[in-house]
């Protein structure tokens, strides 16, 4: 990787945690949890690098199957996250 | 085409924010987090497209069983067991990410050694550091939770020693690393202390610290994401990943500020241990008992209630029977409120979605700095599985070791009733002097029974 495509890199890191910072500390206490488990289905995102790891041929190496495991992981942490979270705030309601 | 797929990771990332900032006003937030779970989908679609199309096989197949996995855990699972499904769900994230940046490594290792430059292998070293420690950290977290292993402290000594020294084994080795990177046995060495690290730092953590515990693991597998952006360089894994971990920072913070302790002193542990002794210098507390005929008595005589939820109203499911008594409350016109600590439960925001789940309106669910001044005005308070966070030690004596924690008001109130199984400590193992108190009253025995019982007879009185 070139120095200037890390620093890019960095910038994105550097300004999307501040970023974060900022709309989170806005979320109302009452919402913490479904924050929590809406923040952990963003975090299998890593469910791209995940599908990246399994593009190889063959079942030989063992590169393949770590990325396999980590595509089922990412997959539960994913769609466990989302559906879990939209059950909590389906329930959230002001009479 | 590689322009569209950029633009495409771009709108993904726009998503996730515009869903976290939907999250800001509970009306919303349900809209919120379906953007972001299209987010998720554009990322995922967008990516498929550079994949070989020969893999979309195996693809499939792994996608199907996650997904299986994923909804039929996640359609199941009781809102009173939340807090382990998130450790559960943040701990496979974690060994995601480390899965990944250890694919990338036998990848690299094994092929071309050029493209394992030192950003690269940084980034590989920090994804198994953090995505261990978060997977087996949070599967410790998990087990506590779940009862499977004691929630009580585990520690013994030279415990932040060993530690140390793991620490600094893992600083030389990734070093060793570098410079023979095709060596599997320091990356074996790596993957080993840092899957260790994740157990030490997690079993001396006590039950009641595990808001932060969860919170901050939270922040870690967002941040193991950050790492595996660094080694594919990919910038909506940095943005995503970035979210996450500062979510987890914000709320291991609110977490700590509400329980009036450091974040050293929580990770250090073994909180609640050495106070044991301290509850016998004081007097002994006189209690007095209320039955469940005088307890709807009082509910009928008086014109304010507000309960104070804690975790034992979690373990009794008491949260169906609370809301049946609100109702008869309201029938009476009687203003009925809850107030919610910041640590009630076991993570934060526990207690408002079992609330939530219970059918109460959210409105009424007020936070403690909105609703510490009402309590000298209330009637009654009626406390239901919590205790700590009504103890009026942390405002009174320093020796207690909740001293300076800021505390629900309860004790000011006219009349405090006690819903409690028995006369336990509370999770810090301290007494609790308000149950001392002149206008305190227990009502003991199963929260969620004895309430039934009060509900019957304001029923019976009409």
Request: charged share 15%; with cysteine.
């Amino acid at each position: 990787m070139t120095v200037s495509a890390l620093i890019i890199l960095i910038y994105v890191l550097v300004l999307a945690s501040y970023l974060g910072f900022e709309l989170i500390s806005k979320v109302p206490p009452t919402l913490h949890t479904p924050l929590m488990s809406g923040s952990n289905a963003i975090s299998g995102i890593t469910i791209v690098g995940a599908l990246i790891a399994c593009n190889e041929m063959g079942y030989t190496t063992l590169s393949k199957w770590l990325g396999m495991v980590a595509l089922i992981l990412a997959t539960v942490n994913v769609v466990g996250g989302y559906v879990v979270t939209d059950r909590m705030l389906k329930m959230f309601k002001k009479k | 085409m590689t322009i569209a797929i950029e633009l495409a990771y771009l709108i993904a990332s726009i998503l996730f924010i515009m869903g976290i900032k939907l999250l800001s006003k509970t009306k919303d937030a349900r809209r919120g987090n379906i953007l972001s779970s299209v987010g998720m989908l554009i990322a995922i679609v967008a990516t498929l497209i550079t994949i070989n199309v020969v893999t979309f096989v195996e693809i499939f197949i792994c996608i199907l069983i996650g997904t299986a996995i994923g909804i039929y855990y996640a359609t199941k699972v009781a809102m009173t067991k939340i807090p382990e499904m998130v450790a559960l769900f943040n701990g496979f994230g974690g060994l995601a990410s480390f899965a990944v940046g250890l694919s990338d490594y036998f990848l690299k290792s094994g092929t071309s050694l050029e493209s394992l430059d030192a950003v690269n292998l940084t980034s590989i070293i920090l994804s198994v550091l953090i995505g261990g420690v978060t997977f087996t950290g949070s599967m410790i977290a998990y087990l506590k939770l779940d009862g499977k292993v004691s929630g009580q402290p585990i520690t013994f000594s030279g415990q932040h020693l060993i530690n140390l020294v793991l620490l600094i084994a893992f600083v030389v080795t990734s070093v060793l690393v570098f410079i023979d990177p095709t060596n599997l046995i320091f990356i074996g060495i790596l993957i080993g202390i840092s899957l260790l690290l994740g157990v030490l730092t997690v079993i001396p953590i006590g039950g009641a610290d595990m808001p932060v515990v969860i919170s901050l693991l939270n922040s870690y597998s967002g941040m193991a994401a950050c790492a595996t952006g660094f080694i594919l360089n990919n910038n909506v894994l940095i943005v995503a990943g970035s979210l996450v971990g500062a979510s987890g920072i914000i709320l291991t913070q609110i977490m700590c500020k509400a329980m009036n302790r450091s974040l050293t002193n929580v990770l250090l542990g073994g909180f609640g241990q050495t106070v044991a002794t301290g509850g016998q210098d004081g007097p002994a507390i006189v209690i007095k008992e209320i039955g469940v005929e005088e307890t709807a008595m009082l509910f009928d005589s008086v014109s304010s209630v507000i309960v104070v939820p804690g975790y034992g109203m979690a373990v009794a499911q008491a949260q169906h029977v609370i809301r049946e008594l609100m109702e008869q409350c309201e029938k009476r016109h009687i203003s009925f409120k809850f107030a919610i600590h910041p640590v009630a439960g076991r993570m934060p925001g526990h207690m408002n979605v079992l609330l939530a789940e219970a059918n109460i309106s959210y409105d009424k669910l007020i936070e403690m700095e909105a609703i510490n001044d009402e309590f000298p005005n209330t009637d009654l308070v009626l406390i239901v599985g919590a205790n700590d966070v009504v103890n009026p030690a942390a405002r009174t004596n320093p020796k207690s070791p909740i001293y300076g924690m800021p505390i629900l008001n309860a004790d000011k109130a006219k009349t405090v009733i006690v819903s409690k199984r028995s006369m336990g400590k509370g999770y810090a193992g301290v007494e609790n002097e308000l149950f001392g108190y002149p206008n305190c009253l227990m009502l003991f025995g199963d929260a969620k029974q004895t309430i039934t019982k009060v509900v019957s007879e304001m029923k019976e009185m009409g």
